[in-house]
């Protein structure tokens, strides 16, 4: 999965070149935005410590709620900006990379083109770059602060009480699990649904070109009936997957953030008994709401690579499809001969002109 992610970032930043510092402004900006929203937390804590302490001086108070307010606007304006930035980097990369396929596609052979159906070329460079938009927009930025602020969180939580932050903990290797049944045989499942779509769009865009053809034919029931089966081909691979992760998805989705399933009840018992002190768990009580949703968002995009992965396969083998071998020498135009050297022409395997060599005098 490493592996796979680094070849991933690495296609996509073959097109940022435009917009390299786009895209690093607004990874800064995520992190910022993270960095206040933990504000809120802390702020909470606070109020609640001095609640608890039977101190109900207002100025404290006031000052702890202007802190999470001012918290809760500096992350809503942080991740407005970079949310900004990162999708204005993004529809660059998607340009880039739809003016390299269109180029490609007039360099390679005229055989090619006839032999592709007419939809999976529609698919490619509208919906498969269009589906790229999503991911690239939010995930380079947001992934990278979702996890680096909840390791600082949780660094913070463990110098505050280990055990308490411990205990916080144990939601996660359970919400993991989870995470691992509703991942299982994913790459299979998603090659057959993804198979599925291609063929739908496929039969969807011959369908409606190939309209008049049909009817004047008269093989309109025959046509519709391949393109009745494709869409119920994908809707039927897309519901069979959907019913096996549906489960895994719940439990998982409910579990790992909700980290006071363990901590409340444990962590009472622990001040009870003198292990911990109450502002110690109000606090860390407060700040492990701020771990929970973050990591639940970042493992959203790691579900999210191994189709990225396979889109930009499927635009790799058209760009790396076989151009026509053309020569280096520019024509002069002084001379209008026409000259065939070596021709050679097949048809799929089968060789139908074997190294023809002739000149047309002008």
């Known amino acids: 999965m490493e592996q796979e992610k680094n070849n991933t970032f690495s296609w996509v930043l073959r097109f940022a070149t435009q917009c390299k510092g786009k895209m690093a402004a607004s990874v800064l900006l995520a992190v910022l935005g993270s960095v206040c929203g933990i504000v809120p937390y802390f702020a909470v804590s606070q109020i609640v410590i001095q609640i608890c302490g039977q101190n109900y001086d207002l100025i404290p108070i006031g000052f702890w709620a202007l802190a999470a307010l001012l918290g809760y606007l500096g992350s809503t304006w942080f991740g407005t900006v970079s949310t900004i930035l990162s999708h204005r980097s993004a529809f660059t990369i998607l340009k880039n990379i739809r003016t390299e396929l269109t180029a490609k596609l007039s360099r390679v052979p005229m055989g090619y083109i006839l032999d592709t159906p007419s939809g999976k070329f529609k698919t490619l460079l509208v919906d498969t770059v269009e589906k790229l938009e999503l991911p690239l927009a939010h995930m380079i ?3 990278t602060a979702n996890i680096l602020v909840p390791l600082l969180m949780m660094v913070y939580l463990f110098i505050l009480d280990w055990r308490i932050a411990l205990i916080s903990l144990i939601t996660i290797p359970i919400g993991l699990v989870c995470y691992m049944g509703m991942m299982k045989d994913y790459a299979k499942r998603y090659d057959r649904v993804l198979t599925a779509g291609k063929n739908m769009d496929a039969a969807i865009v011959e369908y409606i070109n ?8 008269n093989r309109d029931g025959e046509s519709y009936q391949r393109f009745e089966q494709d869409v119920r081909g994908y809707r039927d691979f897309t519901l069979a997957w959907y019913k096996v992760c549906w489960p895994w998805m719940a439990l998982y989705n409910s579990i790992l953030p909700c980290v006071a399933l363990f901590t409340l009840p444990i962590g009472a018992y622990l001040v009870l008994v003198g292990y911990s002190t109450l502002p110690d768990f109000a606090l860390v009580l407060c700040m492990s709401f701020g771990v929970g949703a973050p990591l639940l968002r970042a493992l959203g995009f790691m579900s999210t690579l191994p189709q990225i992965n396979y ?3 499927a635009l790799e083998q058209l760009m790396n ?10 024509f002069s135009g ?9 021709v050679r022409f097949a048809y799929q395997e089968d060789e139908v002109l074997h190294g023809v060599s002739l000149t047309a005098p002008e």
């Open 210 to 217: 190939g309209m008049e053809v049909v009817k004047v034919f």
């Open 141 to 143: 930025p947001e992934l």
């Open 334 to 342: 002084e001379d209008h001969s026409v000259s065939f050297e070596d």
């Open 311 to 313: 889109k930009i396969t």
């Open 321 to 330: 499809a076989p151009a026509l071998v053309q020569t280096d020498r520019a």
